[in-house]
């Protein structure tokens, strides 16, 4: 057994999280659009550097039918170099208060692993989800801060950092091996007081292309911790280099996969390409819906 007792008396499935006194429903899956306001991430740096370019992509998400916008500005691929946490700040803060201006009824998750970040973006612009590619690990005060924050947190796993991960990742079993990592953690993040955690198995981080399908294709495995699921594959290597195109390519690759991972459990899809996905969640609540 993956969970221990200790762990499960904690855990109840999760069909909504709560973010700031409203409740998103996840008794569906839904899409997370992705909004990098980076020069680098690896398939849409420099796209949205200025106020009006973020706020017309903004937009974008929402009226394709995603529920959260998903703000990044550090990017997390591999071999990519750490950027100071002024440097963050002073590309994500800005990003938010756009967004959340514009657009103040939308759902925002703010992709940072660092906990002065978050506070920082939550005291200005009021609660976010947080997004972090580390799981608590690159800043062992994370936790705690979210459990004071009261805000949902995606805990995402990761072996090893971005400069280095994708060096000969070994495992035992992957699924078992993110399985412990998921139990040790949400046992600190439940001590710390956070009340809604999501997983995210981390494809990509940390681990081979063999992995990452193992992953895929196992990745019913973690109903056993009764938690919102969160799959980000798009465009990612995975896809494109199995393929032996480029990321620019790689929509039809990463739409098979995305329904893949909704058939496999997941409830949220972290996606670049925000119609396409919207539109797999609809097909397959439309096959779901037929044998109810």
């Known amino acids: 057994m993956l969970i221990t007792s200790s762990a499960t008396k904690f855990l109840k499935r999760k069909n909504s999280i709560n973010l700031e006194g409203r409740l998103i429903d996840l008794s569906k899956p839904v899409v997370m659009g992705i909004l990098n ?18 706020l017309r992509r903004a937009e974008e ?6 529920t959260i916008i998903d703000i990044g500005a550090i990017s997390t691929r591999p071999g990519t170099e ?26 925002v998750s703010i992709d940072t692993f660092r906990s002065w970040v978050a506070l920082k973006v939550i005291e200005e612009c009021g609660p976010c989800i947080v ?6 690990s690159f800043d062992p005060q994370m936790f705690d801060m979210i459990g004071k ?17 994708e060096k000969k990742p070994v495992y035992e079993d992957v699924i078992r091996d993110i399985s412990m990592y998921f139990t040790d ?25 063999s992995h990452n399908y193992e992953l895929l294709n196992r990745l019913d495995s973690f109903k056993v911790f009764q938690l919102p699921l ?9 896809i494109h280099k199995l393929l032996d195109i480029s990321p620019e390519d790689a929509l039809n690759g990463t739409t098979v996969v995305n329904t893949l991972a909704l058939i496999g459990g997941a409830d949220i899809l972290r996606v ?21």
Do not use: C, W
């Not at 998400?61 to 995603?66: K, V």
């Open 37 to 54: 306001v980076t020069p680098d991430s690896f398939y849409d740096g420099g796209k949205y550097e200025t106020e009006k370019l973020i």
């Open 149 to 165: 924050l009261s805000v949902p947190y995606i805990l995402m796993h990761l072996l090893g950092t971005p400069l280095q991960m």
């Open 61 to 66: 998400i929402l009226e394709q039918g995603a």
């Open 185 to 209: 953690k949400v046992k600190k993040l439940t001590a710390a007081g956070v009340k809604d955690v999501i997983l995210d198995p981390g494809f990509g981080f940390g681990k081979t292309s």
């Open 230 to 238: 969160l799959v980000g594959v798009s465009r990612k290597s995975m």
């Open 131 to 136: 997004n972090d590619v580390s799981g608590g």
């Open 82 to 107: 750490e950027i100071s946490a002024k440097e963050e700040i002073d590309r994500l803060l800005p990003a938010v208060r756009a967004v959340k201006k514009a657009f103040p009824e939308a759902f």
């Open 272 to 292: 670049h390409d925000v119609r396409q996905a919207v539109e797999a969640v609809r097909i397959l609540n439309k096959v779901r819906s037929t044998s109810e």
